[in-house]
């Protein structure tokens, strides 16, 4: 029961193999940063899962009798931090995929590889 | 009253003169900006690297939040002789580099490269003044995503394929890093680096600290390129443009192992069981390898610039290896090496990039000869050479004898070591001899008939920075003293 309680964890260990797998493995750039996105984004989903708080709510004063339980907002404040970096990472990563299509015509690894022995 | 804003005003002024220089329209003020703005945290550099001595902290609250909860900006001796470095190696690279630049940057994108050189530099000042783990984590990312605008701003296009290896292991890195801190946030609830350290002493389940000290270690030193994740390196180092290899050969990577060694010190040293002997028997051995391998590949290069760059792997490993020792003679010896490398490569990268500007390509056996046409250039080159195998009066000698005093005291294991480093060093007189000889040695070739010297503003920079390796092997007295008591605040975190 312990071990599926905290599933959340598990999803993003495995999250986090699927995209590194796709960035080894896939041999297209453009495979290779959607595999870094997915990658970076397990670790929103870590940072997510240990703000969550049972039973809490989004940390925003109400007014009323009742005492509030808040689940904890720094994490989320963090992560969009983050979110912010791994959009700039991928559209940069992309621009110099678009650099890379025009000065080698191709976006496949193993041809530039080929392209650049030839040089 | 100004002075207690410098910690912040270091960080403030490169970012906010990087809006500024994006927004000129032509390259020459916008070279003025940027080099208005090193020079100026070059000066804030020297500010406060006055201002700490011994193992006195300069603690400065982000916006007057009390320090665990807000943000704190932490200067040490170690932020302050790293500081020195970033914003030293920036502005000779500055001074240095406007004419190479222009024939390697499109003139429209000039601006736009200013600015991304702004944001590297502001980034790394940033990672060293703070003494926050996220905020070390943002500013780790505004410097690599504007060094990879660097890298990739050149005419060259096998620097994008290498940009890209970059983009993707230094990602995996920050990315590594962060889950680290998540995991350590997790379980003590602070982000504040020195908060960590003690409120990890009240952790009762240490597997996610465990897991984190992996996470933290691993990301860092693909970072900075420590043997066997220094693949990207060599690639970059090559194919960016010849004054950016300057700059971030001299600072990059060391700012990584600064924040590695830093964040392993102040966090994990204290308060884990056997941690210690963990972190040498880790990274001695990497260490070991990248100065024996990278020397070996070094030797049968044919690029210069490649060349260079896997000597710059070997030089990460006598850091690691200085600091491995885990002794105040090794940690100093591999911090004051972190500065007299940063000045041998600088030069010998400032010298290239001179070199560059005659001669497009950088192959050994194009180069034959030019000891003749460009003399001052490879005067600078061979001086700065000299200071990197470590001959006695130049920078170099300064931390091997250091590096090689503090292997002996390690007992056994030591004198292997001295075996390593004598080893290497012989190694690095074969591949420098190979360059000596093809400059000097042999007869130019017919189409480098009438080749000039670089232009003299350059070879004068050039001239002070190769002169600067001479001047801190005969006085290393600043930067030593700052080593030591950087070693020494290191130390004073372990129980």
């Known amino acids: ?119 | 009253m100004w002075p207690e804003q410098l910690p912040a005003l270091a960080v403030a002024v490169p970012l906010a003169c990087a809006p500024v220089a994006a927004l000129l329209r032509t390259g020459l003020p916008a070279w003025t900006v940027a080099t208005v703005a090193s020079v100026a945290s070059f000066a804030f550099a020297v500010l406060l690297a006055g201002s700490v001595g011994g193992l006195d902290e300069l603690s400065y609250a982000v916006g007057s939040w009390p320090v665990p909860y807000g943000i704190e900006l932490r200067i040490t001796s170690f932020s302050a002789l790293l500081l020195l470095i970033i914003t030293g190696a920036s502005s000779a690279a500055l001074l240095a580099g406007r004419h190479s630049l222009e024939t390697e940057v499109a003139a429209p994108r000039h601006p736009f490269f200013y600015a991304a050189w702004l944001l590297v530099l502001g980034g790394l000042i940033g990672i060293v003044v703070s003494g926050d783990a996220f905020n070390i984590f943002v500013f780790m990312e505004v410097s690599s995503l504007a060094t990879y605008i660097l890298v990739a701003g050149g005419s060259n296009p096998r620097a994008l394929p290498a940009v890209f290896k970059y983009l993707v292991m230094g990602t995996i890195g920050a990315t590594f890093y962060l889950i680290g801190v998540g995991l350590i946030y997790m379980m003590t609830g602070t982000l504040n680096l020195a908060d960590m350290g003690t409120r990890i002493h009240d952790v009762a389940d240490l597997k996610p600290i465990l897991a984190a000290v992996g996470f933290v270690t691993i990301g860092l030193i693909l970072k900075a390129g420590l043997f066997p994740l220094h693949v990207w390196l060599p690639n970059t180092y090559a194919w960016s443009p010849h004054i950016v290899t300057a700059f971030i050969a001299a600072c990059s990577a060391k700012v990584s192992l600064y924040v590695l060694l830093r964040f392993d010190f102040m966090v994990f040293q204290g308060s884990l069981v056997d941690h210690q002997l963990q972190f040498s028997g880790f990274l001695m051995p990497l260490a070991v390898l990248a100065i024996l391998v990278a020397s070996g590949v070094a030797m049968a290069e044919g690029n210069l610039k490649r060349l260079l760059a896997y000597s710059s792997v070997a030089q990460i490993g006598y850091v690691v290896l200085g600091a491995s020792l885990m002794t105040a003679s090794g940690l100093t010896a591999g911090i004051i090496h972190m500065f007299n490398h940063a000045l041998a490569k600088g030069a010998m990268f400032l010298a290239v990039a001179g070199i560059a500007i005659r001669i497009t390509s950088l192959r050994l056996e194009d180069l034959a000869g030019i000891g003749r046409l460009m003399p001052w250039s490879t005067a600078a080159f061979m001086l700065a050479a000299l200071s990197l195998i470590g001959i006695p009066g130049t920078a170099g000698f300064v931390s091997k004898w250091y590096l090689i005093s503090a292997a002996l005291d390690a007992g056994t294991v030591g004198v292997a070591l001295v075996v390593v480093i004598v080893a290497s060093s012989l190694m690095t007189v074969a591949y420098i001899w190979r360059i000596a000889e093809t400059m000097y040695f042999r007869a130019p070739l017919d189409n480098a008939a009438g080749v000039r010297d670089a232009p003299p503003w350059m070879l004068g920079v050039l001239w002070v920075v190769a002169l600067a390796n001479v001047w801190f092997g005969l006085l290393p007295g600043i930067p030593l003293v700052l080593s030591a008591d950087a070693a020494a605040t290191l130390l004073g975190h372990l129980p």
């Open chain 1, 1 to 119: 029961m312990k071990l599926f309680g905290l599933y959340n964890y598990w999803v993003f260990a495995l999250l986090l193999m699927i995209g590194l797998y796709a960035v080894i493995a896939k041999p297209n750039l453009v495979k290779k940063l959607l595999g870094l996105s997915i990658f970076q984004s397990a670790v929103f989903l870590l940072y997510i899962s240990m703000a969550k708080v049972e039973g809490g709510t989004a940390a925003i004063i109400q007014h009323t009798a009742e005492p509030q339980i808040f689940s904890n907002p720094l994490p989320h404040v963090l992560i969009l931090t983050a979110i912010v970096v791994g959009v700039s990472t991928v559209a940069l990563g992309l621009a110099i995929v678009v650099r890379i299509r025009e000065e080698y015509g191709t976006i496949e690894e193993n041809e530039i590889q080929a392209r650049d022995r030839d040089r």
